[in-house]
């Protein structure tokens, strides 16, 4: 299997505050890849096993392999 880089970027998205278990879930669903996303943030600090430790990310963008997985609606 090829690298996977995923590069995550907290901000805004559109003005609307967004849930990291729903911006995982888009991101499971958009790839072959089963991306182990939880565990990336979780050494970055973001989270901690059983939840958000910072209750929100209020945006994450994340590119793998060159693609963009979270458009904004």
């Known amino acids: ?9 907290i901000g805004k998205l559109g003005g609307k505050d967004i849930h990291y278990s729903e911006v ?3 991101i499971i669903k958009s790839d072959e890849y089963v991306l182990k996303v939880y565990e990336i943030l979780e050494k970055d600090g973001y989270i901690h ?6 209750g929100l990310i209020t945006e994450a963008t994340l590119t793998v392999s060159g693609k963009n997985f979270l458009r904004n609606k």
């Open 1 to 9: 299997m090829d690298r996977i880089q995923v590069l995550i970027q």
């Open 24 to 26: 995982a879930d888009k």
């Open 49 to 54: 096993r059983g939840g958000l430790s910072t």
